[in-house]
């Protein structure tokens, strides 16, 4: 690794100091693990601008990501995570990065770029299970949010018919799942919310039918989604 050295001024007398790219990614993850974010960042910011070489430059932007994400500064992890994405496609993080740049979008919200983000993780191979149904779930929640709501339906019973196939025991956590299920039920309460009304009494009629035909189809959607018992 490349070593740099600096002089600084203190109490008058001239220091001497040398780091690497190691010493500054150690200093900026001490900072981190005590929360210590400003600090973090800081360190993570040196190391990038003056050894953005190094190998340790894609977990730096990953970590740094991290706290603007605990801070809530979406736009900031956004950026980190895709930088990190694109400039290190190889890093044993990436997909991870992938993953949590589509939640700071869903955050934002930004439901069309979310979407397309977990479409790219649904691209990516190879998928473990609980990967596959998360970035289908969270896919076929931004679809929904964004009002598509025919392919959002499609893809979160896909969601659930693929978890299902796979088998519980293949599957760690089945929180996406329970997601899916609930998006499912949401799919169903927006299309009875669409109905409108007229003063028509027979067309009012029909509507009051259909839409309360559509709220029962929720309802047991819904009941679904508490069966996962997640």
């Known amino acids: 690794e490349e070593i740099h050295v600096a002089a600084r001024e203190q109490g008058g007398q001239t220091v001497i100091e040398s780091y ?24 993570y910011g040196r190391l990038l601008r003056e050894f953005s070489a190094s190998r340790f430059a894609a977990p730096a ?28 496609p190889d890093s044993p993080d990436g997909l991870d990065a992938l993953v949590r740049r589509g939640g700071a979008q869903e955050h934002g919200p930004e439901w069309e770029a979310a979407a397309a983000t977990f479409a790219t993780g649904l691209g990516r191979q190879p998928l473990g299970a609980d990967e596959r149904i998360e970035a289908m779930a969270r896919r076929g929640t931004a679809l929904c949010e964004m009002g598509r709501l025919d392919p959002a339906e499609a893809l979160l019973r896909e969601t659930v018919a693929y978890y299902r196939s796979a088998g519980a025991e293949q599957v760690e956590s089945d929180f996406f799942v329970a997601q899916a299920q609930y998006y499912v039920g949401e799919v169903v309460r927006a299309r009875a919310r669409a109905i409108g009304f007229t003063l028509e009494p027979d067309q009012m009629w029909r509507a009051l039918e259909q839409r309360a035909h559509l709220l029962l189809l929720a309802q047991a959607e819904y009941i679904l989604t508490i069966r996962v018992t997640n």
């Open 20 to 43: 690497d790219a190691q010493q500054l990614f150690e200093a900026g993850t001490s900072a981190l693990r005590e929360r210590s974010c400003p600090q973090a960042l800081a360190m």
């Open 61 to 88: 932007r990953y970590n740094a990501a991290l706290c603007h994400e605990g801070a809530r500064n979406w736009a900031q992890a956004i950026r980190l995570y895709r930088e990190m994405i694109e400039q290190f």
